[in-house]
């Protein structure tokens, strides 16, 4: 019975004692909380908080790594155009420098002025309200490039 039993008890031991780093030399994004509702203020900041991960922790800012992000749309409406583009611009900046580490956060911000766009002439009872998602993409200083993240809706309340 001993025999049969030291066998098993060496395979459990084996599998509980080998720990398994998840990590990847590609860095991983995951949104971990983002605002969900923006109100119509000039002054009115949102934000995407994402966890990263990275095995070799070569995140943090250099002149080679970078964050990546710009806003999708999901309203299908007319924009009034007047002073405002349709499209939303892609955003290119370093990462701060943090010391290197193989995981932790990034929060980025947004001022809702950059982000709302107002409809035109809207049909009665239609509300002014924006919604969005925001992409986002790091890169690190090996040039490893993460899938991109799409946040949840974010609605951008109008007049």
Known sequence: MLRKLIPALIIVAL????????????????????????PFNTDA?????????????????A???SLVY???ALNKRKIDYGAYDTSYAVVYTQLPKFPDKSSGEIEVQF???NYYRPIKNPAPGEDANDT????????????????????????????
């Open 15 to 38: 599998i509980t004692g080998c720990e398994k780093n998840s990590y990847q030399t590609k860095p991983q994004l995951k949104l971990k909380s983002q605002t969900s509702e923006v």
């Open 45 to 61: 900041i949102f934000s995407v908080t994402c966890e990263f991960t990275d095995k070799e922790g070569d995140l943090p800012g």
């Open 63 to 65: 002149s080679d790594s």
């Open 70 to 72: 710009t806003a999708k």
């Open 111 to 113: 001022a809702q002025p």
């Open 132 to 159: 969005i998602v925001i992409k986002i993409v790091v890169k690190d200083r090996a040039g490893n490039v993460s899938d991109t993240l799409t946040s949840n809706p974010i609605v951008l309340y109008g007049q």
